[in-house]
């Protein structure tokens, strides 16, 4: 197995003293696609919120390779490489999708500057390889409000991969597609695992099946379980707390 490029360590956050999470201990290797599952509240997307600084920890650590990146701050953690797709897409809508790619591309800090570093043409090749990646090749010019659903959940991956992040965070990003939408992020994710770490929130467990190597079960904000599909509807412990009395094949 690949050496760790993501560990957290008894990684906790309290809420008005309510453990949303509770110390979480993760081992997420180098180029690895890894799932989260659990039942609604179980703290699978404050553990993202974590992770890319969005919220600081009360307690715990955060490793990205050798750097403890806990508390560090949102823009610091993106700027060493974690990017992060929320479940809504969060894209310019009157922009086209080639904007998009080029406000996302850019190295400024300020937003504002973003906005107005806009270059009419071409895409260069950085943005020509993300969009074909996701499928966008042939929308590069159509405005963001024009895509469908599944297209603005691309476009917002699209977005994250033009920061060339190490690692991938992602909510949900099959939510709302249809079945030929989720068949093609499932390969889109399948084909990004390696040359990145994917990490993926999901309750759609016909997807799971699709993508998964390794599942993380969490349960009332801690890891209940890990391992392989097959282990995991095997686990009398998550039959019991999260999948009442299926299997996870049947869920």
């Keep these: ?13 309290r809420f008005d003293e309510f453990p949303a999470v509770r110390d979480v201990n993760l081992d997420i290797a180098d180029g690895e696609l890894r799932v989260v599952i659990g039942a609604n509240g179980a703290g699978k997307s404050t553990l993202l919120d974590l992770l890319c600084g969005k919220t600081l920890p009360s307690e715990g650590e955060i490793w990205l390779r050798d750097k403890n990146i806990a508390g560090i701050g949102e823009a610091a953690i993106a700027r060493s490489g974690i990017g992060r797709k929320f479940q809504t897409p969060t894209v310019f809508k009157d922009m086209t ?12 800090v300020r937003v504002f500057e973003n906005l107005f570093e806009r270059i009419a043409g071409k895409a260069n090749e950085r943005e020509a390889a993300v969009a074909e990646r996701t499928g966008l090749q042939d929308s590069l010019n159509r405005r963001a409000s024009e895509l469908s659903h599944g297209q603005l959940q691309w476009l917002e991956l699209a977005m994250v991969l033009s920061q060339e992040p190490k690692i991938i965070l992602l909510d949900e990003p099959a939510a709302g597609m249809t079945a030929a939408e989720t068949d093609k992020t499932a390969g889109l994710l399948l084909d990004l695992a390696g040359d990145h770490t994917v990490l993926v929130i ?32 095997h686990n009398p412990a998550v039959i019991e707390a999260y999948l009442g009395s299926a299997t996870l094949s049947h869920a």
């Design 1 to 13: 197995m690949a050496s760790p490029i993501l560990r957290t360590r008894n990684l906790t956050v």
């Design 202 to 233: 999901e309750h759609d467990m016909a997807f799971v099946r699709q993508i998964c190597r390794t599942i993380t079960v969490m349960h009332q904000g801690s890891v209940l379980a890990e391992g392989t599909a097959e282990e995991i509807e």
């Design 97 to 108: 999708v080639l904007e998009n790619l080029q406000v996302a591309s850019n190295r400024r």
